[in-house]
């Protein structure tokens, strides 16, 4: 079974820049597409962007396209999320996954979240 945990979030003001990092063990996710996630208070998770296990395949929300890069190093078993522009929306507890069940937006496999705040 695999274990994703998260890390990387914080308290930031607008306009700045955060990098979420999700390690994963207890197998090899190479071949594994990942995705992250996001819950803001009172709404629904949310995918932000998936990307595919050799990583040339990605998809990002419209609400973080340009902002946001998704990467991967599969030599380390490691999800990446660079976030840039943060604004008081991007607020949420982030999540990441793997184990897909349809692309891009369905995964089966999840990390216990990292929470993201960014002030006005």
């Known amino acids: 079974q695999v274990q994703l945990v998260e890390s990387g979030g914080g308290l930031m003001q607008t306009g700045g820049s955060l990098k979420l990092t999700c390690v994963a063990s207890g197998r090899t996710l190479s071949d594994n597409a990942m995705g992250w996630f996001r819950q803001a208070p009172g709404k629904e998770r949310v995918v932000v962007a998936s990307?595919?296990?050799?990583?040339?395949?990605?998809y990002y929300a419209d609400s973080v396209r340009g902002r946001f890069i998704i990467s991967r190093d599969n030599a380390k078993n490691t999800l990446y999320l660079e976030m840039n522009s943060l604004q008081p929306d991007d607020t949420a507890v982030y999540y990441c996954?793997?184990?897909?069940?349809?692309?891009?937006?369905?995964?089966?496999?999840w990390g216990q979240g990292t929470q993201v705040t960014v002030s006005s």
């Open positions: 996954a793997t184990d897909i069940i349809n692309w891009p937006k369905r995964f089966r496999s």
């Open positions: 990307i595919s296990g050799p990583g040339n395949t990605i």
